[in-house]
């Protein structure tokens, strides 16, 4: 697979039945190995070992209901309250990060209203900072460590 910005980690690649498969730590089975896949998994790798994110506090493929249509949050983390702080959205390394990427995980925000937005497609990554009060957001030079995210 493509080498991406984020730490290299010991990724346990199977195939069956000529399909490969990667083991999906917070899932805690193996998934079909998509160009996708292999950047969620290194950026929830990088989440946990990097920034200190809790490993049972993260979750892969939310379901959540948006205009009565059921959709797949890609990643959400959670504070000790269970409460979602996050929504991470991947894509594809040749997937450009646009507005309408943003869009997307922008829509799955209105059921969540978490204070973080995360995107990455594996070489690029933007963290979108949230005030409901304000009404404003503003993107962060760097992914927040989770302590951050969980203190006032």
């Known amino acids: 697979m493509l080498a991406l910005n984020l730490p290299i980690f010991p990724a346990k690649v199977t195939e069956r039945k000529g399909k490969k498969l990667i083991f999906d730590l917070v899932r805690r089975k193996y998934v079909a190995l998509t160009p996708e896949e292999w950047v969620r998994q290194h950026f929830v790798h990088y ?5 200190g994110y809790p490993a049972e506090l993260v979750a892969n493929e939310v379901a959540i209901k ?23 959205e991947y894509k594809s390394p040749g997937i450009e990060i646009t507005d309408r990427v943003f869009d997307q ?47 006032p």
């Open 66 to 88: 948006l205009n009565q249509t059921n959709k797949r949050c890609d990643t959400v983390v959670y504070d000790r309250y269970l409460t979602p702080v996050v929504v991470v």
């Open 47 to 51: 989440l946990i070992t990097e920034k």
């Open 105 to 151: 995980i922008v829509r799955y925000n209105m059921v969540l209203t978490v204070p973080y937005l995360m995107v990455s497609n594996g070489l690029s990554h933007y963290c979108c900072q949230i005030d409901y009060k304000t009404q404003t957001y503003s993107f962060l030079e760097d992914i927040p460590p989770y302590e951050d995210l969980t203190t």
